[in-house]
């Protein structure tokens, strides 16, 4: 079965510095997916960032780029020039394929704030 | 564009009365889940649709039902909510190979 692990309940970063957000995850499975969502306090889940087990670069999307060590099997989150509006909890999840639906296992997630 | 869109965006129902929440998308996808998120918890898989075949969790209460009438709906029936429904309530859609897509979820009291 698949399992996702973040290990940090909190975290704390100062406004326009780095952090990185841990995501360890378990599966037997070649194939599959890692995500990265996060969920401000109204509580949308937005999606920042893919990665596809097969992919051969780290994936980026602007200040989000995925630190992915296949062989430790874990697939960090690294936000660059934090912003107060990163403030969040942030959800790793990896997609368990299941014929043609994709269901998404959560890790427990981690609250991020900023500060000024 | 909102492509997830979710009604209401809170709503409050009495102990035992039965409510409906509703999930739209503009995207065609084939696949509408259900999630329950309590506070401070992960999202937790409540069923989805791969289009008009339902799937549900194992551990899902009877209480809840759903309804798919076309590609672009879902609902979720909650036949008598309890004190322990209290909840957001997120709708997402997804296709073949890549992640889901969110609603913006309706946040549930029960009084």
């Known amino acids: 079965a698949q399992k996702i692990t973040q290990t940090q309940p909190g975290m704390f970063v100062q406004e326009k510095e780095a952090v990185t957000l841990d995501c360890t995850y378990d599966?037997?499975?070649?194939?599959?997916?890692l995500f990265w969502y996060k969920q401000p306090s109204s509580g949308e889940m937005i999606f920042l960032i893919y990665?596809?087990?097969?992919?051969?670069q780290n994936a980026t999307e602007g200040r989000y780029s995925l630190n992915f060590q296949k062989a430790r099997k874990s697939a960090n989150l690294v936000i660059s020039a934090s912003q107060l509006g990163d403030s969040a909890m942030y959800f790793c999840?990896?997609?368990?394929?299941?014929?043609?639906?994709?269901?998404?296992?959560f890790g427990k997630g981690t609250k991020l704030t900023v500060n000024p | 564009d909102a492509m997830v869109i979710q009604n209401p965006r809170y709503q409050v129902t009495q102990f035992g009365k039965p409510v409906t929440l509703s999930c739209s998308q503009t995207?065609?996808?084939?696949?509408m889940y259900w999630y329950q998120q309590k506070s401070s918890q992960a999202p937790k898989l409540l069923f989805h649709?791969?289009?008009?075949?339902?799937?549900n969790e194992a551990d899902t209460p009877d209480n809840f039902q759903s309804r798919r009438p076309n590609t672009s709906f879902c609902f979720l029936d909650i036949r008598s909510p309890g004190l322990g429904d209290a909840a957001m309530y997120l709708c997402?859609?997804?296709?073949?190979?890549?992640?889901?897509?969110f609603g913006p979820g309706t946040r549930l009291t029960v009084t």
């Open positions: 649709y791969y289009d008009k075949d339902f799937n």
């Open positions: 997402a859609t997804s296709i073949p190979g890549r992640g889901q897509y």
């Open positions: 995207l065609n996808h084939n696949v």
């Open positions: 999840a990896m997609r368990a394929a299941q014929g043609g639906s994709e269901k998404l296992v």
């Open positions: 990665q596809g087990s097969y992919d051969q």
């Open positions: 599966t037997s499975d070649p194939s599959y997916g």
